[in-house]
C-alpha cells in the first residue's frame, strides 16, 4: 500500500521560510491526487490551509501557499511566526479514499 | 457562522458498536459531502469515512471498511457514523468535517473545510 511521507519534524526562525513537502513511497504526487494541507495545535481541531493544490482556504494568511514542486506536494510558510509552531498535515485523494501523511511538527525558534 | 458539533462518543468494549453523530449548521448541509476524519492518542489524522451530498455514495478507508457505515439526514442537517466490531485500534477522537466545496462544484476529495471539535470513542480490551 502506498503511504504518504512527511518529514517528522522541521525547524525554521522566526521571519524565515520554510517548505515542507508531501510526497508517496511510490510514485510522484500531480495535483489529480488534490492535495491538501491541515495545521493542528495540541488539543485543537485541525484548521484547513490550503486545498486543491494551492487553493487558500477563507482567512488563511497568504504567507502559506501551495504548490507542486517536482514529485512532490509542498506547503511553503513565508515569514514565519511564533504561532505558526504546530502540526501540518497534508492530505492526498488516492483513487478509493484520502490518505493523510504522518504529519510534520514546525518548531518556530 | 458554519458549525460542526459531534456527539455520541464514550467508552464501548472490544466487539461492541457505537454511533456517532454530528449536526451541522449555517450552511446547506444537503449540498456538500461530508467525511469523518480520527486521531488515536498521540498519533496522526486518519481519514475514515465520506458520504456525498445526497447519501447515495459512499467511500471508506480500508481499516474500517465492512465495520462503519456512514450515512445522513438531510432533513436533520446531521452526519451519522454507525461502528460496530470497535477493536482497540478505534480508539480515537472522531472529527466530522465539510467538503470544502459544494457537489455541484466539486468532489469530497478537494478538500475538507470546517471540522467540528470532536468526540472521543474509546474502545477496551
Known amino acids: 500500500q502506498t503511504v504518504v511521507t512527511q518529514e517528522p519534524s522541521f525547524s525554521v526562525s522566526p521571519g524565515g521560510t520554510v517548505t515542507l513537502t508531501c510526497g508517496l513511497s511510490?510514485?510522484?504526487?500531480?495535483?489529480?491526487?488534490?492535495p491538501s494541507w491541515y495545521q493542528q495545535t495540541p488539543g485543537q481541531a485541525p484548521r484547513t490551509l490550503i486545498y486543491?493544490?494551492?487553493t487558500r482556504s477563507s482567512g488563511v494568511p497568504d504567507r502559506f501557499s501551495g504548490s507542486i514542486l517536482g514529485n512532490k506536494a509542498a506547503l511553503t510558510i513565508t515569514g514565519a511566526q511564533a504561532d505558526d509552531e504546530s502540526d501540518y498535515y497534508c492530505?492526498?485523494?488516492?483513487?478509493?479514499?484520502?490518505?493523510f501523511g504522518g504529519g510534520t511538527k514546525l518548531t518556530v525558534l | 457562522e458554519v458549525q460542526l458539533l459531534e456527539s455520541g462518543g464514550g467508552l464501548v468494549q472490544s466487539g461492541g458498536s457505537l454511533r456517532l453523530s454530528c449536526a451541522a449548521s449555517?450552511?446547506?448541509?444537503?449540498?456538500?459531502?461530508m467525511s469523518w476524519v480520527r486521531q488515536a492518542p498521540g498519533k496522526g489524522l486518519e481519514w475514515v469515512s465520506a458520504v456525498i451530498d445526497s447519501g447515495d455514495d459512499t467511500y471508506y478507508a480500508d481499516s474500517v471498511k465492512g465495520r462503519f457505515t456512514i450515512s445522513r439526514d438531510n432533513s436533520k442537517n446531521t452526519l451519522y457514523l454507525q461502528m460496530s466490531s470497535l477493536r482497540a485500534e478505534d480508539t480515537a477522537v472522531y472529527y466530522c468535517a465539510k467538503a470544502v466545496v459544494p457537489a455541484a462544484r466539486g468532489y469530497y476529495y478537494y478538500g475538507l473545510d470546517v471540522w467540528g471539535q470532536g468526540t472521543t470513542v474509546t474502545v477496551s480490551s
Open positions: 449555517g450552511f446547506t448541509f444537503s449540498s456538500y459531502a
Open positions: 486543491s493544490t494551492n
Open positions: 511510490s510514485g510522484s504526487v500531480s495535483t489529480s491526487n488534490y
Open positions: 492530505v492526498l485523494y488516492m483513487g478509493s479514499g484520502l490518505v
